[in-house]
């Protein structure tokens, strides 16, 4: 058996905060503003797993009305949430994803992103795919005031 799974995520961009991608820092000017320290891009790999596994999502999982997870490391959310998927059985094929934003740009910090995503997921860095895009200074994203990461991923089960 397989299924996909789609995740989505937004978060503003503010002064004072650091802007993560898939568990690296990257030097910018603004950061993700949010609950936890706000990788809008793990979280949306959350929400393809656990939506593939029909495990619930982030929000579910990691209430942000819970001050548990204040200034919680999302890669660690993604180990967590990958631990549950495994548990249920799945294996997990394959990653792609979408980040888009205005600035910083994303591509210098492709490899490095696949990595860490492969090794919180335990997968070849050749399964995981990150594109990145600008929204052509239109919209929130395209005016520099959020960042939007999208994940798909494959998951199969004997
Ligand atoms: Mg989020």
Redesign the pocket.
């Known amino acids: 058996m397989i299924r996909v799974g789609l995740g989505r995520?937004l978060?503003r961009l503010v002064r004072g905060r650091r802007f993560l991608l898939g568990g690296v820092e990257i030097p910018a000017r603004r950061g993700e503003l949010?609950h936890?320290d706000?990788d809008?891009l793990a979280?949306a790999v959350c929400d393809a797993i656990l939506g593939a596994a029909g495990l619930g999502d982030?929000g579910a999982l990691f209430p942000p009305a819970d001050a548990a997870w204040k200034d919680a490391d999302s890669m660690a959310l993604l180990r967590a949430s990958f631990e549950r998927v495994k548990k249920s059985g799945w294996r997990l094929v394959n990653l792609d994803c979408v980040v888009s934003c205005e600035t910083p740009r994303v591509l210098p910090w492709r490899e490095e992103i696949r990595a860490s995503l492969a090794r919180a997921l335990e997968l070849d860095p050749a399964a995981v795919f990150v594109k990145g895009k600008t929204a052509e200074g239109l919209g929130p994203v395209g005016k520099g005031r959020a960042v939007e990461a999208l994940a798909l991923c494959l998951l199969e089960k004997n």
């Open positions: 995520d978060h949010g936890s706000g809008a979280h982030i």
